[in-house]
């Protein structure tokens, strides 16, 4: 089975701290995923990633930076966290096989800035 | 990135009845997906649609992509319980980017 891990299922932070999350998928993967999902506005996309050190940023990156030095694992980094970051966030990876493939999900984290 | 527009946001259903939900853009999609997230879970992957006019069935639950490779739908016959949770359509790009919908969620009244 696929798995996609996250290093945390609950956090709670305080306002301008540096926050890291982490995801590990072992699969072996091309691409890589964060998202963060808040109620009514389904998921948005913050990073992709299709490779190692590659990425693309997605329709809300503003705030946040991402880290991807091993194929298998993804971070996502919150440079001064905010109150408004507070969120579900969720990681997922997929095989690049050109279009469409498959995504897995890791069981996202719940993060509270205070 | 390539925008989806999901209808309705919200659909209560009584058990045993049928509903469709619909995944809209402005432009031809190369393709879509599925998935579906139940309550307190993750995404999950339901299925994947290329060709136009392509249908598909699982089960109860019958996919539909528009000729016009712009549209999408779900439909779901005789509702139950475990159809609880929100659906998401997701087009991909060349390199398998996934964006999301606002999703339809579904309750389910027994």
């Given at each position: 089975d696929v798995k996609v891990t996250q290093s945390s299922r609950y956090l709670v932070k305080r306002t301008g701290?540096?926050?890291?999350?982490?995801?590990?998928?072992?699969?072996?993967?091309?691409?890589?995923?964060?998202?963060?999902?808040?109620?009514?506005?389904?998921?948005?996309?913050?990073?992709?990633?299709?490779d190692?050190?590659?990425?693309?940023?997605?329709?809300?990156?503003?705030?946040?930076?991402?880290?991807?030095?091993?194929?298998?694992?993804?971070?996502l980094i919150l440079e001064s966290a905010s109150t408004n970051q507070t969120s579900m966030y969720l990681c997922a990876s997929s095989f690049s096989q050109g279009m469409g493939t498959e995504a897995f999900f890791g069981q996202g984290t719940r993060l509270t800035v205070v | 990135g390539q925008q989806v527009m999901q209808i309705p946001q919200y659909q209560h259903v009584q058990e045993g009845e049928d509903f469709t939900t619909y995944c809209n853009s402005?432009?031809?999609?190369?393709?879509?997906?599925?998935?579906?997230q139940r309550p307190g879970g993750h995404p999950v992957f339901l299925i994947q649609l290329v060709k136009?006019?392509?249908?598909?069935?699982?089960?109860?639950?019958t996919f539909q992509?528009?000729?016009?490779?712009?549209?999408?739908?779900l439909h779901i016959t005789a509702t139950q319980t475990t159809d609880v949770g929100t659906y998401f359509c997701a087009p991909t790009d060349?390199?398998?980017k996934l964006q999301f919908g606002a999703g339809t969620q579904v309750v389910v009244t027994p």
């Amino acid at each position: 089975d696929v798995k996609v891990t996250q290093s945390s299922r609950y956090l709670v932070k305080r306002t301008g701290e540096k926050v890291f999350l982490e995801c590990v998928q072992d699969m072996d993967h091309e691409n890589m995923f964060w998202y963060r999902q808040d109620p009514g506005l389904g998921l948005r996309l913050i990073y992709f990633s299709y490779d190692v050190k590659m990425k693309e940023k997605g329709d809300i990156p503003e705030g946040y930076s991402v880290s991807r030095e091993k194929k298998e694992r993804f971070s996502l980094i919150l440079e001064s966290a905010s109150t408004n970051q507070t969120s579900m966030y969720l990681c997922a990876s997929s095989f690049s096989q050109g279009m469409g493939t498959e995504a897995f999900f890791g069981q996202g984290t719940r993060l509270t800035v205070v | 990135g390539q925008q989806v527009m999901q209808i309705p946001q919200y659909q209560h259903v009584q058990e045993g009845e049928d509903f469709t939900t619909y995944c809209n853009s402005s432009t031809t999609l190369s393709n879509i997906q599925w998935y579906k997230q139940r309550p307190g879970g993750h995404p999950v992957f339901l299925i994947q649609l290329v060709k136009s006019g392509e249908v598909k069935k699982q089960k109860r639950l019958t996919f539909q992509f528009g000729e016009a490779k712009k549209n999408s739908s779900l439909h779901i016959t005789a509702t139950q319980t475990t159809d609880v949770g929100t659906y998401f359509c997701a087009p991909t790009d060349s390199w398998g980017k996934l964006q999301f919908g606002a999703g339809t969620q579904v309750v389910v009244t027994p």
